[in-house]
Protein backbone atom coordinates (compact mmCIF):
# COMPACT_ATOMS: atom_id res chain seq x y z
CA UNK A 1 0.00 0.00 0.00
CA UNK A 2 1.42 3.37 -0.77
CA UNK A 3 1.88 6.36 1.41
CA UNK A 4 -1.14 8.63 0.13
CA UNK A 5 -3.64 4.55 0.41
CA UNK A 6 -2.21 4.62 3.91
CA UNK A 7 -2.64 7.77 4.79
CA UNK A 8 -6.00 8.21 2.91
CA UNK A 9 -6.72 4.55 5.33
CA UNK A 10 -6.15 6.20 8.23
CA UNK A 11 -8.94 9.18 7.97
CA UNK A 12 -10.95 6.20 7.66
CA UNK A 13 -11.33 6.58 3.44
CA UNK A 14 -13.03 9.84 3.47
CA UNK A 15 -11.98 12.37 0.40
CA UNK A 16 -12.04 15.73 1.24
CA UNK A 17 -12.78 18.06 -2.02
CA UNK A 18 -10.37 20.93 -0.94
CA UNK A 19 -10.39 24.79 -3.16
CA UNK A 20 -7.42 26.71 -1.94
CA UNK A 21 -7.95 30.32 -2.26
CA UNK A 22 -5.12 32.89 -2.61
CA UNK A 23 -3.87 36.52 -3.46
CA UNK A 24 -1.19 36.01 -6.42
CA UNK A 25 1.61 37.05 -4.16
CA UNK A 26 4.49 34.83 -3.38
CA UNK A 27 4.36 35.51 0.36
CA UNK A 28 0.58 34.36 0.51
CA UNK A 29 0.76 31.48 -2.33
CA UNK A 30 4.18 29.56 -1.00
CA UNK A 31 3.50 28.74 1.96
CA UNK A 32 0.54 27.02 1.46
CA UNK A 33 1.72 24.75 -1.56
CA UNK A 34 3.37 22.50 1.02
CA UNK A 35 -0.02 21.92 2.78
CA UNK A 36 -1.98 21.46 -0.25
CA UNK A 37 0.56 18.53 -1.54
CA UNK A 38 0.40 17.25 1.73
CA UNK A 39 -3.48 16.76 1.49
CA UNK A 40 -3.81 15.76 -2.37
CA UNK A 41 -0.71 13.02 -1.29
CA UNK A 42 -3.21 11.50 1.48
CA UNK A 43 -5.82 10.96 -1.30
CA UNK A 44 -7.98 14.23 -1.03
CA UNK A 45 -8.91 16.45 -4.40
CA UNK A 46 -7.48 19.26 -4.41
CA UNK A 47 -7.85 22.62 -6.52
CA UNK A 48 -6.86 26.36 -6.59
CA UNK A 49 -8.27 29.18 -6.95
CA UNK A 50 -5.53 32.16 -7.58
CA UNK A 51 -3.82 34.50 -10.26
CA UNK A 52 -2.84 33.19 -13.64
CA UNK A 53 0.66 33.46 -12.82
CA UNK A 54 0.68 30.64 -10.98
CA UNK A 55 -0.72 28.58 -13.48
CA UNK A 56 2.42 26.77 -15.00
CA UNK A 57 3.91 26.24 -11.35
CA UNK A 58 0.22 25.03 -10.21
CA UNK A 59 -0.08 22.78 -13.42
CA UNK A 60 3.53 21.40 -12.04
CA UNK A 61 2.28 20.32 -9.29
CA UNK A 62 -0.64 18.27 -10.70
CA UNK A 63 -3.27 20.33 -8.92
CA UNK A 64 -6.05 21.72 -10.99
CA UNK A 65 -6.14 25.80 -11.40
CA UNK A 66 -8.96 28.01 -11.30
CA UNK A 67 -7.74 31.54 -12.59
CA UNK A 68 -8.66 34.71 -11.74
CA UNK A 69 -11.49 36.44 -13.82
CA UNK A 70 -13.77 39.24 -11.72
CA UNK A 71 -10.84 39.78 -9.68
CA UNK A 72 -8.09 42.03 -10.14
CA UNK A 73 -4.37 40.28 -10.13
CA UNK A 74 -2.57 41.97 -7.51
CA UNK A 75 1.24 40.86 -8.06
CA UNK A 76 4.27 42.33 -6.52
CA UNK A 77 5.49 43.22 -9.31
CA UNK A 78 2.57 44.82 -10.98
CA UNK A 79 0.92 47.19 -7.87
CA UNK A 80 2.66 50.82 -8.91
CA UNK A 81 1.59 50.07 -12.52
CA UNK A 82 -1.94 49.28 -11.38
CA UNK A 83 -2.29 52.47 -8.97
CA UNK A 84 1.03 54.68 -9.87
CA UNK A 85 -0.45 56.91 -6.91
CA UNK A 86 0.56 54.27 -4.82
CA UNK A 87 4.74 54.89 -5.38
CA UNK A 88 4.25 58.31 -4.06
CA UNK A 89 2.58 56.97 -0.46
CA UNK A 90 4.31 56.57 2.87
CA UNK A 91 3.47 55.48 6.30
CA UNK A 92 0.37 55.54 7.43
CA UNK A 93 -1.58 56.42 3.89
CA UNK A 94 0.12 53.98 2.23
CA UNK A 95 -0.80 51.11 4.01
CA UNK A 96 -4.67 52.62 3.93
CA UNK A 97 -4.51 52.76 0.21
CA UNK A 98 -2.92 48.69 -0.13
CA UNK A 99 -6.13 47.87 2.42
CA UNK A 100 -8.94 49.66 0.14
CA UNK A 101 -7.58 49.02 -3.54
CA UNK A 102 -5.32 45.69 -3.17
CA UNK A 103 -7.39 43.74 -0.17
CA UNK A 104 -11.08 45.25 0.12
CA UNK A 105 -11.75 46.09 -3.28
CA UNK A 106 -11.42 42.44 -4.25
CA UNK A 107 -13.51 40.96 -2.04
CA UNK A 108 -17.55 40.67 -3.94
CA UNK A 109 -15.10 39.39 -7.20
CA UNK A 110 -13.47 36.99 -5.39
CA UNK A 111 -16.75 35.84 -4.17
CA UNK A 112 -18.62 35.62 -7.88
CA UNK A 113 -15.46 33.82 -9.19
CA UNK A 114 -15.23 31.71 -6.43
CA UNK A 115 -19.10 30.96 -6.65
CA UNK A 116 -18.73 29.93 -10.30
CA UNK A 117 -15.57 27.73 -9.68
CA UNK A 118 -18.11 25.84 -7.25
CA UNK A 119 -20.37 25.24 -10.17
CA UNK A 120 -17.34 23.68 -12.27
CA UNK A 121 -15.58 21.97 -9.20
CA UNK A 122 -17.73 21.20 -6.10
CA UNK A 123 -15.90 21.56 -2.88
CA UNK A 124 -16.73 20.84 0.76
CA UNK A 125 -13.82 23.45 2.99
CA UNK A 126 -12.12 26.42 1.36
CA UNK A 127 -8.52 27.08 2.43
CA UNK A 128 -8.99 30.45 2.04
CA UNK A 129 -5.81 33.38 2.55
CA UNK A 130 -6.44 35.46 5.13
CA UNK A 131 -6.09 38.75 2.96
CA UNK A 132 -8.74 37.78 0.82
CA UNK A 133 -11.55 38.49 2.94
CA UNK A 134 -14.05 36.31 1.58
CA UNK A 135 -14.80 34.23 4.27
CA UNK A 136 -18.04 35.40 5.53
CA UNK A 137 -19.49 35.09 2.21
CA UNK A 138 -18.74 31.90 1.79
CA UNK A 139 -19.27 30.25 4.96
CA UNK A 140 -22.96 32.41 5.04
CA UNK A 141 -24.03 32.34 1.95
CA UNK A 142 -22.84 28.97 0.81
CA UNK A 143 -22.49 26.79 3.77
CA UNK A 144 -19.35 25.54 3.19
CA UNK A 145 -16.67 25.00 6.18
CA UNK A 146 -14.15 27.51 5.92
CA UNK A 147 -9.97 27.67 6.83
CA UNK A 148 -8.10 30.77 7.17
CA UNK A 149 -4.79 30.30 6.24
CA UNK A 150 -2.83 33.54 7.98
CA UNK A 151 0.73 33.57 6.22
CA UNK A 152 1.27 36.78 8.25
CA UNK A 153 1.29 37.62 12.38
CA UNK A 154 -1.81 36.96 13.83
CA UNK A 155 -3.88 40.05 13.01
CA UNK A 156 -7.02 39.15 15.38
CA UNK A 157 -6.94 42.13 18.15
CA UNK A 158 -6.79 41.69 21.84
CA UNK A 159 -6.69 44.21 24.75
CA UNK A 160 -3.17 42.70 25.27
CA UNK A 161 -1.74 43.20 22.13
CA UNK A 162 -0.81 46.65 20.62
CA UNK A 163 -2.77 48.64 17.45
CA UNK A 164 -1.85 46.69 13.90
CA UNK A 165 0.45 49.24 11.43
CA UNK A 166 3.07 50.84 14.36
CA UNK A 167 5.53 48.52 15.22
CA UNK A 168 4.64 49.05 18.63
CA UNK A 169 6.02 45.82 21.09
CA UNK A 170 3.18 45.61 24.60
CA UNK A 171 2.73 48.52 26.73
CA UNK A 172 5.32 48.57 29.42
CA UNK A 173 3.74 51.28 31.84
CA UNK A 174 0.35 53.47 31.86
CA UNK A 175 2.00 56.33 29.23
CA UNK A 176 2.82 53.48 26.75
CA UNK A 177 -0.54 52.33 26.99
CA UNK A 178 -2.07 55.56 26.63
CA UNK A 179 -0.18 56.14 23.56
CA UNK A 180 -1.14 52.67 21.88
CA UNK A 181 -4.36 53.31 22.50
CA UNK A 182 -4.46 56.53 20.59
CA UNK A 183 -2.79 54.71 17.72
CA UNK A 184 -5.26 52.06 17.88
CA UNK A 185 -7.99 54.60 17.19
CA UNK A 186 -6.10 56.07 14.19
CA UNK A 187 -5.64 52.62 13.12
CA UNK A 188 -9.00 51.14 12.99
CA UNK A 189 -11.20 54.81 12.29
CA UNK A 190 -8.78 56.66 9.90
CA UNK A 191 -5.94 54.05 8.28
CA UNK A 192 -8.17 50.73 8.17
CA UNK A 193 -11.41 53.12 7.51
CA UNK A 194 -11.60 53.27 4.06
CA UNK A 195 -11.23 49.35 3.47
CA UNK A 196 -13.66 48.88 6.22
CA UNK A 197 -16.35 50.85 4.38
CA UNK A 198 -15.81 48.88 1.42
CA UNK A 199 -15.77 45.71 3.02
CA UNK A 200 -19.49 46.29 4.51
CA UNK A 201 -20.65 47.81 1.22
CA UNK A 202 -20.15 44.99 -0.73
CA UNK A 203 -21.32 42.64 2.14
CA UNK A 204 -24.86 44.96 2.39
CA UNK A 205 -25.33 44.32 -1.46
CA UNK A 206 -25.15 40.62 -0.46
CA UNK A 207 -27.30 41.40 2.80
CA UNK A 208 -25.04 40.19 4.86
CA UNK A 209 -24.42 42.79 7.92
CA UNK A 210 -20.97 42.83 9.40
CA UNK A 211 -20.74 43.53 13.12
CA UNK A 212 -19.70 46.83 14.60
CA UNK A 213 -17.31 45.35 16.76
CA UNK A 214 -13.55 44.45 16.07
CA UNK A 215 -11.63 45.45 13.26
CA UNK A 216 -11.62 44.33 9.74
CA UNK A 217 -8.89 42.06 10.11
CA UNK A 218 -11.00 40.15 12.92
CA UNK A 219 -13.28 39.14 10.33
CA UNK A 220 -12.02 36.21 8.61
CA UNK A 221 -10.70 34.45 12.53
CA UNK A 222 -14.44 34.88 13.42
CA UNK A 223 -16.11 33.57 10.08
CA UNK A 224 -13.69 30.22 9.66
CA UNK A 225 -14.23 27.25 10.95
CA UNK A 226 -10.74 27.10 11.70
CA UNK A 227 -7.40 29.05 11.38
CA UNK A 228 -4.32 27.87 10.63
CA UNK A 229 -2.05 30.51 11.82
CA UNK A 230 1.61 30.00 10.59
CA UNK A 231 4.51 30.65 13.39
CA UNK A 232 4.02 29.85 17.04
CA UNK A 233 2.73 31.20 19.65
CA UNK A 234 5.92 32.20 21.48
CA UNK A 235 6.47 34.53 18.12
CA UNK A 236 3.53 36.12 19.03
CA UNK A 237 2.40 38.53 21.40
CA UNK A 238 0.52 37.50 25.16
CA UNK A 239 -3.23 37.33 24.90
CA UNK A 240 -5.71 37.91 27.14
CA UNK A 241 -8.31 35.96 24.97
CA UNK A 242 -7.53 32.55 23.40
CA UNK A 243 -9.36 32.18 20.46
CA UNK A 244 -9.40 28.02 20.49
CA UNK A 245 -9.87 28.24 16.48
CA UNK A 246 -6.65 29.48 16.04
CA UNK A 247 -4.17 26.34 15.58
CA UNK A 248 -0.45 27.30 15.46
CA UNK A 249 2.13 25.29 12.85
CA UNK A 250 5.34 26.80 12.75
CA UNK A 251 7.06 27.34 9.47
CA UNK A 252 5.36 26.43 6.58
CA UNK A 253 8.06 26.30 3.53
CA UNK A 254 6.73 26.46 -0.34
CA UNK A 255 6.29 22.75 -1.37
CA UNK A 256 9.60 20.85 -2.56
CA UNK A 257 9.71 18.24 -5.14
CA UNK A 258 12.67 15.08 -4.07
CA UNK A 259 16.14 16.68 -4.59
CA UNK A 260 14.82 20.26 -5.45
CA UNK A 261 16.38 23.35 -3.65
CA UNK A 262 14.14 26.13 -3.18
CA UNK A 263 14.96 29.79 -3.16
CA UNK A 264 13.55 33.00 -1.15
CA UNK A 265 10.74 33.39 -3.84
CA UNK A 266 9.72 29.43 -3.77
CA UNK A 267 12.00 28.99 -7.49
CA UNK A 268 14.63 27.06 -7.83
CA UNK A 269 17.73 28.25 -6.00
CA UNK A 270 20.85 28.80 -7.42
CA UNK A 271 23.47 26.04 -6.53
CA UNK A 272 22.07 22.30 -5.45
CA UNK A 273 22.31 20.80 -2.46
CA UNK A 274 24.41 21.25 0.78
CA UNK A 275 26.18 23.93 1.17
CA UNK A 276 25.26 25.37 -2.22
CA UNK A 277 28.94 25.91 -3.32
CA UNK A 278 29.81 28.62 -0.59
CA UNK A 279 33.03 28.83 0.94
CA UNK A 280 33.49 27.25 4.22
CA UNK A 281 36.73 28.84 5.33
CA UNK A 282 35.29 32.17 7.37
CA UNK A 283 34.68 32.21 10.93
CA UNK A 284 31.33 33.40 10.50
CA UNK A 285 28.24 33.59 8.45
CA UNK A 286 25.93 36.30 7.43
CA UNK A 287 22.58 36.27 4.97
CA UNK A 288 21.05 39.37 3.77
CA UNK A 289 18.11 39.96 1.17
CA UNK A 290 15.44 42.25 1.18
CA UNK A 291 12.24 40.13 0.25
CA UNK A 292 10.43 39.24 -2.67
CA UNK A 293 7.84 42.22 -3.08
CA UNK A 294 9.91 45.48 -1.67
CA UNK A 295 13.61 44.88 -3.38
CA UNK A 296 13.59 47.15 -6.61
CA UNK A 297 15.19 49.93 -4.33
CA UNK A 298 18.15 48.01 -3.17
CA UNK A 299 19.63 51.16 -1.33
CA UNK A 300 17.03 50.61 1.32
CA UNK A 301 18.41 47.59 3.26
CA UNK A 302 20.95 45.23 0.82
CA UNK A 303 23.60 48.25 -0.34
CA UNK A 304 24.22 49.48 2.96
CA UNK A 305 23.91 46.33 4.63
CA UNK A 306 26.61 45.14 1.91
CA UNK A 307 28.71 48.83 3.00
CA UNK A 308 28.33 47.63 6.75
CA UNK A 309 29.72 43.71 6.43
CA UNK A 310 31.63 43.87 3.34
CA UNK A 311 35.15 44.32 5.45
CA UNK A 312 33.86 41.70 8.10
CA UNK A 313 36.11 38.75 8.85
CA UNK A 314 32.86 36.46 7.32
CA UNK A 315 31.14 35.53 4.54
CA UNK A 316 28.37 37.37 3.41
CA UNK A 317 25.28 36.12 0.98
CA UNK A 318 23.24 38.48 -0.63
CA UNK A 319 20.18 36.85 -2.03
CA UNK A 320 18.20 39.74 -4.58
CA UNK A 321 15.05 38.08 -5.33
CA UNK A 322 16.21 38.63 -9.08
CA UNK A 323 16.50 42.18 -8.97
CA UNK A 324 20.22 43.97 -9.77
CA UNK A 325 21.88 40.82 -9.13
CA UNK A 326 24.81 41.40 -11.61
CA UNK A 327 25.28 45.08 -11.00
CA UNK A 328 25.56 44.52 -7.64
CA UNK A 329 28.44 41.41 -8.24
CA UNK A 330 30.13 44.42 -10.40
CA UNK A 331 30.27 46.53 -7.22
CA UNK A 332 31.00 44.10 -4.53
CA UNK A 333 34.01 42.32 -5.83
CA UNK A 334 35.29 40.97 -2.26
CA UNK A 335 36.14 37.78 -2.26
CA UNK A 336 33.43 36.99 0.98
CA UNK A 337 30.50 38.43 -1.03
CA UNK A 338 28.57 36.33 -2.76
CA UNK A 339 25.46 37.30 -4.72
CA UNK A 340 22.59 35.39 -6.55
CA UNK A 341 19.38 35.65 -7.50
CA UNK A 342 18.02 33.60 -5.01
CA UNK A 343 19.52 31.11 -2.83
CA UNK A 344 18.04 28.23 -0.49
CA UNK A 345 17.50 29.81 2.29
CA UNK A 346 16.32 26.56 4.04
CA UNK A 347 20.06 25.03 3.39
CA UNK A 348 22.04 27.71 4.06
CA UNK A 349 20.03 28.71 6.96
CA UNK A 350 22.30 25.69 8.65
CA UNK A 351 25.87 27.34 8.55
CA UNK A 352 24.46 31.17 9.35
CA UNK A 353 25.25 32.76 12.37
CA UNK A 354 23.05 36.12 11.33
CA UNK A 355 20.05 37.16 9.52
CA UNK A 356 19.87 40.44 8.06
CA UNK A 357 16.50 41.22 6.35
CA UNK A 358 13.77 43.64 6.25
CA UNK A 359 11.27 41.14 7.87
CA UNK A 360 8.92 39.36 5.59
CA UNK A 361 7.36 36.67 7.71
CA UNK A 362 8.16 33.76 6.16
CA UNK A 363 12.09 34.44 5.85
CA UNK A 364 11.58 35.56 9.88
CA UNK A 365 9.89 32.27 10.34
CA UNK A 366 12.57 30.04 8.91
CA UNK A 367 15.61 31.78 10.28
CA UNK A 368 14.17 31.43 13.35
CA UNK A 369 13.08 27.38 12.80
CA UNK A 370 16.62 26.97 12.11
CA UNK A 371 18.02 28.77 15.12
CA UNK A 372 19.61 31.70 13.64
CA UNK A 373 19.49 35.34 15.29
CA UNK A 374 18.55 38.30 12.95
CA UNK A 375 19.06 41.72 12.19
CA UNK A 376 15.35 43.61 10.66
CA UNK A 377 15.15 46.90 9.42
CA UNK A 378 11.95 47.50 7.72
CA UNK A 379 8.40 49.32 7.96
CA UNK A 380 6.10 48.81 5.29
CA UNK A 381 3.40 45.90 4.53
CA UNK A 382 3.10 45.18 7.56
CA UNK A 383 7.16 44.86 8.60
CA UNK A 384 6.99 46.93 11.54
CA UNK A 385 4.76 44.56 13.14
CA UNK A 386 6.48 41.65 12.46
CA UNK A 387 9.80 42.94 13.60
CA UNK A 388 8.73 44.32 16.53
CA UNK A 389 7.27 40.63 17.32
CA UNK A 390 11.41 39.49 16.56
CA UNK A 391 12.55 42.03 19.37
CA UNK A 392 9.70 41.57 21.90
CA UNK A 393 10.83 37.56 21.72
CA UNK A 394 14.62 38.77 22.15
CA UNK A 395 15.99 36.68 19.13
CA UNK A 396 16.57 39.76 17.01
CA UNK A 397 17.77 43.79 16.73
CA UNK A 398 15.18 45.82 15.69
CA UNK A 399 16.93 49.01 14.03
CA UNK A 400 12.92 50.46 13.70
CA UNK A 401 13.31 52.06 10.37
CA UNK A 402 12.68 51.79 6.61
CA UNK A 403 17.08 52.85 5.79
CA UNK A 404 19.34 51.92 7.53
CA UNK A 405 22.90 53.19 8.20
CA UNK A 406 25.22 50.98 7.54
CA UNK A 407 26.98 52.02 11.10
CA UNK A 408 23.60 50.74 12.68
CA UNK A 409 23.81 47.89 10.80
CA UNK A 410 27.15 46.74 11.09
CA UNK A 411 26.90 47.70 15.02
CA UNK A 412 23.84 45.66 15.41
CA UNK A 413 25.47 42.44 13.37
CA UNK A 414 28.71 42.72 15.75
CA UNK A 415 26.48 42.62 18.66
CA UNK A 416 24.81 39.69 18.17
CA UNK A 417 27.80 38.12 16.95
CA UNK A 418 29.31 39.00 19.85
CA UNK A 419 26.53 37.99 22.78
CA UNK A 420 25.90 33.86 22.54
CA UNK A 421 22.47 35.10 24.32
CA UNK A 422 21.22 35.70 20.68
CA UNK A 423 21.63 32.79 19.20
CA UNK A 424 21.04 31.08 22.52
CA UNK A 425 17.21 32.22 22.28
CA UNK A 426 16.94 31.82 18.81
CA UNK A 427 17.72 28.22 19.07
CA UNK A 428 15.01 27.57 22.03
CA UNK A 429 12.63 29.22 19.49
CA UNK A 430 13.78 26.65 16.90
CA UNK A 431 13.21 24.28 19.56
CA UNK A 432 9.24 25.15 19.54
CA UNK A 433 9.04 25.19 15.59
CA UNK A 434 10.82 21.86 15.68
CA UNK A 435 7.86 20.18 17.82
CA UNK A 436 5.73 19.15 15.08
CA UNK A 437 5.77 19.18 11.27
CA UNK A 438 4.04 21.82 10.09
CA UNK A 439 2.48 20.75 6.47
CA UNK A 440 1.35 17.63 9.06
CA UNK A 441 -0.27 20.08 11.65
CA UNK A 442 -2.46 22.39 9.00
CA UNK A 443 -3.35 19.22 6.76
CA UNK A 444 -5.14 18.13 10.02
CA UNK A 445 -6.59 21.22 10.47
CA UNK A 446 -8.19 20.77 7.00
CA UNK A 447 -9.14 17.36 7.40
CA UNK A 448 -11.26 18.25 10.35
CA UNK A 449 -12.97 21.10 8.95
CA UNK A 450 -14.00 19.23 5.93
CA UNK A 451 -15.47 16.00 7.18
CA UNK A 452 -17.14 18.59 9.76
CA UNK A 453 -20.80 19.09 9.06
CA UNK A 454 -21.92 22.44 7.40
CA UNK A 455 -25.01 24.38 7.21
Given at each position: ?40 D??H ?16 L ?15 D ?13 G ?16 S ?106 R ?40 R ?17 G ?19 D ?6 L ?9 D ?96 D ?12 G ?28 G ?5
Open positions: MSTAELEHSRFGGTTVKILFASQAIDGHFNPMTGVAMRLKRGEVAWYTGPVYADRLAGGIQHFPFRRAIEHRANLNELYPERAKLKPRAIGFDGEKIFASNVHFFEDIREVAQQNPFDVLVADSSMFIHRLVSHLMGKSVVNFVAIPNMESDPQVPPLFFGFRPPRNPAEKAVQGLAGLLSDKVILRPASQSYRRQHAAYGQPVPREGLTDEPYRCSDAIIQTGTESLDFPRRRVNAKVHYVGALLPYSPGQATGGSGEAASGSGDGGFPRSYPATLVVTQGTVNLDQDKIVPSLEAVKMDALVIVATGGHGTEALKARYTQPNVVVRDYVDFAEVFDFTDVFITNGGFGGVQLSLSKGVPLVVSGINEGKSDVNARVEHAGVGINLRTESPKPAIAGAVRKVLADPWKSRARTMREQFDREDPAEAAAAVVEAATRPTA
